[in-house]
T-cell receptor
Framework: QKEVEQDPGPLSVPEGAIVSLNCTYS??????FMWYRQYSRKGPELLMY????GNKEDGRFTAQVDKSSKYISLFIRDSQPSDSATYLC???????????FGKGTRLHILP | GAVVSQHPSWVICKSGTSVKIECRSL??????MFWYRQFPKQSLMLMAT?????????EQGVEKDKFLINHASLTLSTLTVTSAHPEDSSFYIC??????????????FGEGSRLTVL
């Protein structure tokens, strides 16, 4: 079993819809959970990160972590065509520990 | 966020030649830089961690003699792919840590360098 599992998609949704992206993981030591956005042929950029379980909201983005289920989610409200990108989940055990990335989910927002 | 620049962004070379990729932190000093490799539709795989002034730490399975990493200053790290072969064709991405040891939230990625070996 891989440490981090993420459905590669592609996921296509109409503009304005709520998008749900998810990852599961196997290492219970992970405490820091991150979501990166990567546009085609570009490097990843950090969207948000959370520590331990709970929710975190930033504008149209909400990150959720359920450590008991080893499951994390990223919700995008009022999705826009500019949100079309690959979204990678990532996690680590400690603040300065090695980061393990998921494969990324390709998201297409249809105008 | 802070800016990390990679050069070249795209390179094609013949099999057997060596290719050097540069990673620069433009507006901050990075004591730690990381090199990743990303194959199509795959996740970023950490190749090595580079600390300024010391030898890089390579991940298991990464050949240190093939992927030479130099971190000579606080703003520049280089990755040299020696004797490149077609299987080395990939997207190479660096990241630089503005905080201590690349703390989450203080880690910034370059634009990536796409290497194609013919």
């Amino acid at each position: 079993q891989k440490e981090v599992e993420q459905d590669p998609g592609p996921l296509s949704v109409p503009e304005g819809a709520i998008v749900s992206l998810n990852c599961t993981y196997s290492n219970s030591a992970f405490q820091y959970f991150m979501w990166y956005r990567q546009y085609s042929r570009k490097g990843p950029e950090l969207l948000m990160y959370t520590y331990s379980s709970g929710n975190k909201e930033d504008g149209r983005f909400t990150a959720q972590v359920d450590k008991s289920s080893k499951y994390i989610s990223l919700f995008i409200r009022d999705s826009q065509p500019s949100d079309s990108a690959t979204y990678l989940c990532a996690m680590s055990a400690n603040r300065d520990d090695k980061i393990i990335f998921g494969k990324g989910t390709r998201l297409h927002i249809l105008p | 966020g802070a800016v990390v620049s990679q050069h070249p962004s795209w390179v094609i070379c013949k099999s057997g030649t060596s290719v050097k990729i540069e990673c620069r932190s433009l507006d901050f000093q990075a004591t730690t830089m990381f090199w990743y490799r990303q194959f199509p539709k795959q996740s970023l795989m950490l190749m090595a961690t580079s600390n300024e002034g010391s030898k890089a730490t390579y991940e298991q399975g990464v050949e240190k003699d093939k992927f030479l990493i130099n971190h000579a200053s606080l703003t520049l790290s280089t990755l040299t792919v020696t004797s490149a072969h077609p299987e080395d064709s990939s997207f190479y991405i660096c990241s630089a840590g503005r905080g201590l040891a690349g703390e989450i939230g203080e880690l910034f990625f370059g634009e990536g360098s796409r290497l194609t070996v013919l």
